[in-house]
T-cell receptor, first 115, second 110 residues
Framework: DADVTQTPRNRITKTGKRIMLECSQT?????MYWYRQDPGLGLRLIYYSFDVKDINKGEISDGYSVSRQAQAKFSLSLESAIPNQTALYFC??????????????FGPGTRLTVL | GQQVMQIPQYQHVQEGEDFTTYCNSSTTLSNIQWYKQRPGGHPVFLIQ?????EVKKQKRLTFQFGEAKKNSSLHITATQTTDVGTYFC??????????FGKGTMLLVSP
């Protein structure tokens, strides 16, 4: 969905480097999420934010941090990248008005390789 | 924590054959959502089921939500090559975020 953009789309980095993945959205949604996808493991939630002042850990937050700079921007950082963080990373948004029927809109993904 | 299990992990069919993927939750779900991810793409929302025993159809796709709201299925009739991709179920069960299944990868040979 073009309303959710991620930069960079591909990144190769070395072990120990700090790296930031960025997500921007023009959908006007309050809720934003970072997921990691590995083959055979599906989508696992790293962090989520329900508004600018709200940050929550997901299932696999160790080794990651996030920043919600504005309603439209949500960044994911790897403080010291390691090879097992090689994965496809997705940002997603939802408007939060649906309650339990809240659906998510995903960005195009960032493929990260840590050597 | 909540777990959502999906089977099979992978299925390869000939074009025209039917396909079904099943989703089972360890807890009762408030709702179930289905997403499709094309190869090289991102997950895209397909449909949502909320009511116990609910059945919804989208052309050749039939979605069901179990009576106990702990399982769901997606059935594709007469698959086409355009159906290729990974299908994910995801549900809410009192937690504030969706829990995704691991997905079923569908390959369709012409």
């Amino acid at each position: 969905d073009a309303d959710v953009t991620q930069t960079p789309r591909n990144r190769i980095t070395k072990t120990g480097k700090r790296i930031m993945l960025e997500c921007s959205q023009t959908k006007g949604h309050d809720r934003m999420y970072w997921y990691r996808q590995d083959p055979g493991l599906g989508l696992r939630l790293i962090y989520y934010s329900f508004d600018v002042k709200d940050i929550n850990k997901g299932e696999i937050s160790d080794g990651y941090s996030v920043s919600r700079q504005a309603q439209a921007k949500f960044s994911l950082s790897l403080e010291s990248a390691i090879p097992n963080q090689t994965a496809l990373y997705f940002c997603a948004t939802s408007d939060g008005t649906g309650g339990i029927t809240d659906t998510q809109y995903f960005g195009p993904g960032t493929r990260l390789t840590v050597l | 924590g909540q777990q959502v299990m999906q089977i099979p992990q992978y299925q390869h069919v000939q074009e025209g054959e039917d396909f079904t993927t099943y989703c089972n939750s360890s807890t009762t779900l408030s709702n179930i959502q289905w997403y499709k991810q094309r190869p090289g793409g991102h997950p895209v929302f397909l449909i949502q089921l909320v009511k116990s025993g609910e059945v919804k159809k989208q052309k050749r796709l039939t979605f069901q939500f179990g009576e106990a709201k702990k399982n769901s299925s997606l059935h594709i009739t007469a698959t086409q090559t355009t159906d290729v991709g990974t299908y994910f179920c995801a549900g809410y069960s009192g937690y504030s975020t969706l829990t995704f299944g691991k997905g079923t990868m569908l390959l369709v040979s012409p």
